[in-house]
């Protein structure tokens, strides 16, 4: 079976920096994916680790280690507005089948 | 381009009663997904399709249908609703052997 781990909450303040880790198990792997999602609205897309290392997309960044079975998402010069829920996922082989972790809640506080 | 779009954006339905939820994209996707949300508990994968007229079951299946007549439609179907169906559900789409998702604004039901 496939099952992710992330922490249900974390609570940093404006212009901090905040880590959100991800640990996962999956039959085969094809990468690591991110997803922001604030109230009321819809996942969107952050980021991708299809291999070992960091991925930098503005203040946003991703790591993976496959070794580990572990990422994180790094969010840098934290905003009001990144408060918010965050979603690993991962797509195992053998399907289109995309699992995500039960997200982590973000409060940023001013 | 319009994107994902899903209607309703809100149903109240009967314990039993049966409805289809809609979903549309104009992004060309080969892959479309159903998932749905409840608290606490991320996005759970219903049904996916990797094209038209193939479709298979994700996580949750039970109690929903779906078909893939064209690469723009994905309608998902309640056969009896149950409350235990009460959740919102999103449905996303993306490209062949791309990871990102694109997600629709999601509809909310409620079953009594």
């Known amino acids: 079976g496939q099952s992710l781990e992330q922490p249900s909450e974390v609570t940093a303040v404006e212009g901090a920096i905040v880590q959100i880790n991800c640990t996962y198990q999956?039959?085969?792997?094809?990468?690591l994916s991110w997803y922001q999602q604030h109230d009321g609205g819809a996942p969107t897309f952050l980021s991708y680790?299809?291999?070992?290392g960091l991925e930098e997309t503005g203040r946003f960044s991703s790591f993976l280690s496959r070794s580990d079975s572990y990422g994180y998402l790094l969010l840098q010069e934290l905003q009001m507005k990144d408060s918010a829920s965050y979603f690993c996922?991962?797509?195992?082989?053998?399907?289109?089948?995309?699992?995500f972790g039960a997200g982590t809640r973000l409060f940023v506080k001013a | 381009n319009a994107g994902v779009t899903q209607t309703p954006k809100f149903q109240v339905l009967k314990t039993g009663q049966s409805m289809t939820l809609q979903c549309a994209q104009d992004m060309n996707h080969e892959y479309m997904s159903w998932y749905r949300q409840d608290p606490g508990m991320g996005l759970r994968l219903i049904h996916y399709?990797?094209?038209?007229?193939?479709?298979d079951q994700g996580e949750v299946p039970n109690g929903y249908n779906v078909s893939r007549s064209t690469t723009e439609d994905f309608p998902l179907r309640l056969l009896s609703a149950a409350p235990s169906q009460t959740s919102v559900y999103f449905c996303?789409?993306?490209?062949?052997?791309?990871?990102?998702?694109?997600f629709g604004p999601g509809t909310r039901l409620l079953v009594l």
């Open positions: 680790n299809g291999l070992d």
């Open positions: 996922a991962v797509r195992g082989t053998g399907g289109f089948k995309t699992i």
């Open positions: 999956t039959s085969g792997f094809y990468g």
């Open positions: 996303a789409s993306s490209y062949s052997g791309s990871e990102t998702q694109y």
């Open positions: 399709s990797v094209g038209a007229g193939i479709t």
